[in-house]
């Protein structure tokens, strides 16, 4: 599927909520008033013997999630009274049981028989969506068609327009989708358009004209400013893109807004962390969330070491998350210059960790220092056996096992697990000076 799925999919949870309920979200109020008067052709229905006991009983079977024999009995009440609710409901159950073949058949058992009734536009929207999962667009092309002649709704003009992308046809997307965007402006369609303009008709400004105008209208809704993020950082235009990234982030503050404050946070410190500004994301986050784990690797990449270990104690003492007491660990003895004075009492820290949580990188951390430092090998290797359990492929853990292995002369599997590795790290100094011991030694 097209990288344009996801907005068909959005339109799709709409159609199925609303063939639920029979109706379609029509903003124009002229096209609305026409749905009202339109006249649906008459069907002859059928008397079935207790009808209403039947319904309860397939509703009850759907609460409880037996989504085949519900349909089952929906299938029975519509051959029994000709009533096209039900089939819907059969349909409906298909697509949630990805029936797609027997959604196809049901409909195209029916497809002339449906013409003109109330359930037409719903029967065949779950048509349309079996169709575009199947990724036969150019089947579901003419049933789309067909719906705009029933409804010229924004939602069955988004829908066209979104086939149209699925088959590369932009002109004709673009088209059906801005009809879409006139009767009601959605962030979908604006997206869509915002896209098309700026990567298939190199109309870069008028892109970003349409997310800037939708922002005026609506203020700052996320997908939408996302967009034109991607846009400005595609630009390198660092200044607009600032300039957007903290108008988003206040604004989210001020209207309480936490989740979407957090993302613009996230933003905001990941492009400071990329283009090495890492003094004003510390700044930034000491000033408006010190307690963000961002800070631990801002804190070592400009060596506040004791602004670090007050981080990693505090939020230890508020989560009680024993992660930052393993990581203060590590910091402390990758800080001292005398490793052996506080050998013992980073490895009993370390190790009450890994008893209690299943941590690779810590595991094979722990071992290091134990095969390094000749405090138990062989305890080492069990615990880098069991990090490489979790990543095999780990380059830094195969270089522990290798030096392991040759710490009690195992040479050759030393040898055979370096040579696994040596080629895949040129430039780690730790990992080259390995190789040369083991290859010197184990001749």
Known sequence: MSRYSRNLILVFIVVLISACSSKTDISNKKIEKKQEQKVFKKLAYKEMNNE?????????????????????????LFINTNKYEYLLKVLSLNL??????????????HIEKIQDIKEEEAILKLYIFSLVKQKKYEEALPIAKRLIEISKSNLNYA??????LDLTNHKKAYKYIQKANILKTTQANTISLAHMDYFHFNKKEKAKRLLKEYIDEHTYVFPICFKLLSFYELEENKKDFLLLVNNMYKFYDKNQQKTLKLKSEQLLISYYIKEKQYRKAINFLEKNNPTNPFLIDLYRNTRENKKLISFLKEAYNRSKNEVFLAQLAVFEFENEKDKKAILDNVIKKLNNFVKKIDNPMYQNYLAYILIDF?????????????????EPNNIAYIDTLAWGQFKIKDCKNAIKNMKKIINKAPNEKEIQDHWQIIKKECK
Do not use: P, T, W
Request: charged letters at 30%.
């Open 159 to 164: 829908l066209l327009g979104n086939i149209y």
């Open 52 to 76: 209403n006991f039947f319904i309860i009983q397939a509703l009850e079977l759907e609460n409880q999630r037996y989504f085949n024999q519900a349909k089952n009995i929906y299938k029975e």
């Open 96 to 109: 949630l049981l990805g029936e797609n073949i027997n959604l196809d058949k049901n409909v195209k058992n």
């Open 374 to 390: 000749d405090k138990d090998v062989k305890k080492g290797l069990i615990l880098v056996k069991k990090a490489l359990e979790k």
